[in-house]
């Protein structure tokens, strides 16, 4: 599922590139998911739990906090590399401003549609192309591992384990943060010690999961619900 948030305090530039994407997505036959905010506090707030997107649309002219406040706290606060930004505006005098935020794209008001499809399906590609990563920090080196070959986060301490197809990785760092990062690729979080691949799952019980590699991780009473609810969509999302 490639997510979208449009955020513009005029509704009906919000309504007007929804309407494109969903047109898009219906020729398509695309799996997108689109979030409409009408201020970048608004969206900056929805963020900060947790929830992230691939693409923003992101008007920069709004009251107080705005596009550029956002996209700098996306940037550096939340240390999100990852999500593409598209800068909607009906002025041009910002291109300066916009360097240190390193948006894919900027769009003139009135928006083209075709512009804001090439914009999609840009964001689509470099998804596809970085998306598939966790990056994490060991001491003043960064380290990269795909995806789809980690099985589970645990925390221990301070240090998070992270367990692969192939071995175990240990760096400093926060379940919740490295959460941030993984959510959008079917991670689920079980307990409040471990982050687990749903497509690493061998079985799913009641109060635990087996992983691909044997090992039986604990669901917290309270989690149980939310596994559960998770479980069944992605199993339903298989025959979509």
Known sequence: MFSIAICDDQRAICSEIETIILDYQKSTLMEIQIEV?????????????????????????????????????????????????VYVSGKESYFKDLFEVRPMHFL???VEPDKVIKDVELAMKLANRLGGVFSYKKGPDTHKLPIKNIIYFQSVNREIKIVTITGEELFYGKLHEVFRQVTKYRFINIHKSYIINYEQVANFKYDEVVMSNSDCLPISQLKRKEVRGLQMKYESERFL
Do not use: V
């Open 37 to 85: 905010f009408y201020s970048a506090k608004k969206l900056s707030i929805y963020m900060e739990h947790e929830h992230n997107f691939d693409l923003i649309f992101l008007d920069i002219e709004m009251k107080g906090f705005n596009g550029l406040d956002l996209g700098r706290k996306i940037r550096e606060e939340m240390d999100n590399q990852i999500t593409q930004i």
């Open 108 to 110: 003139s008001k009135p």
